[in-house]
């Protein structure tokens, strides 16, 4: 903000204040508040001068000229980057998430619409959990069991506790013993890989090894062709919470979050919205203030979301939605938190 290293961290610490006293009170905020705040250190002459450059530099916007200033889009940003570094997990929300989302043990599918009830609930905003088509997962255990004439019924199990039972039809029968030694091949080489990846590696693997195994990859890689072509699932979205948008909109503000609403309730949108996250590797939080990229109408709101199942390539993704005068240090740690929890249980699993 200004060459000083000292000045710079000064002028940080008073917009945390001004964006923190906005949060809390939904007013413009003055010099005074922002100097209380500081307990005094500063005196209110200077938080008006670092106030007006702020406002210069876009982190500030004076809604009248007698009033103190609001926070803009940018400043937001700052702060909820600003706490992110620092915030902590407060042992009261630790132990509530636990209660609500571990109290009945299950697999991560049945996680899935606990967990975004949890996140609208601690957050008072929508939660909002995506799981990933099924062929993105990976492979725990797959069966082969032989039905009449050249049907198999395959038996999918993934790493999130997922089971598929497909019913395919090859263009020849096979055997008992080739069905059980396509199995074993397939459990021994490929646990763990995402099921869309394993066919492309068989066929890879099929044209290299002009051997005994190139029969054996080719019929694994018919199996899995056939067995994901009768998979014909899209991503999973649960969504919870609208009440609490609706009961903290404002007058002015409702016609924005009709059209928020209407958006939310297509499934293409929100998936669209969270590709970022679902896209990095790395399990960090991911922070976006303003939604103009989802409707141009729509500024007013955040979005905080992390991925999870990073480990074998992120399996889906869960995400806070709220005015951008939420509690962000509470928003940011809650979200990383059930997100580790998801891979906490997709490991144990």
Avoid at 57 to 68: E, N
Avoid at 153 to 167: A, N, P
Avoid at 279 to 303: D, F
Wanted: proline letters at 4%; hydrophobic letters at 40%.
């Amino acid at each position: 903000m200004v060459s000083s290293e000292k000045e710079q961290r000064r002028n940080q610490e008073i917009l945390a204040a001004i964006v923190h006293t906005y949060i809390a009170t939904g007013e413009a905020v003055a010099s005074g508040q922002v100097a209380r705040h500081q307990h005094g250190q500063l005196s209110s002459a200077t938080i008006r001068a670092v106030m007006a450059r702020l406002e210069t530099q876009g982190f500030l916007h004076q809604p009248h000229t007698s009033a103190g200033r609001v926070p803009t889009t940018k400043a937001y940003e700052f702060y909820a980057r600003h706490v992110a570094e620092r915030a902590r997990l407060s042992r009261t929300d630790r132990h509530w998430i636990n209660a609500h989302l571990l109290s009945r043990r299950g697999t991560a599918e049945e996680l899935l619409p606990r967990a975004s009830h949890v996140l609208a609930e601690l957050a008072q905003g929508l939660g909002i959990v995506i799981s990933l088509p099924v062929t993105r997962e990976p492979l725990d255990q797959v069966r082969f069991v032989q039905m009449e004439g050249s049907r198999v019924l395959v038996v999918l199990l993934t790493r999130t506790g997922q089971v598929r039972d497909v019913l395919v039809r090859l263009p020849r029968p096979f055997t008992p013993e080739e069905l059980e030694c396509t199995a074993q091949y397939l459990n021994d080489n490929f646990a763990g890989w995402a099921l869309a990846r394993i066919p492309v590696e068989l066929e890879r693997r099929a044209a290299r090894d002009r051997s005994r195994y190139e029969r054996l990859a080719r019929r694994a890689a018919l199996l899995c062709r056939e067995s994901l072509a009768g998979i014909r699932e899209g991503a999973a979205v649960y969504v919870e919470g609208t009440s609490h948008l609706i009961e903290q909109a404002e007058e002015a503000g409702r016609d924005e979050l009709r059209e928020l609403l209407e958006t939310i309730e297509q499934k293409e949108k929100l998936i669209c919205l969270l590709r970022a996250t679902l896209e990095q590797v790395e399990p960090n939080v991911q922070i976006r203030i303003g939604l103009e990229q989802l409707s141009p109408a729509i500024q007013h709101y955040a979005l905080i979301s992390a991925s999870y199942g990073a480990g074998a390539g992120p399996l889906g993704s869960l995400a806070i939605l709220g005015p951008t005068r939420m509690d962000y240090p509470r928003v940011i740690t809650a979200v990383h938190y059930v997100a580790r929890l998801f891979d906490r249980v997709l490991h144990e699993n």
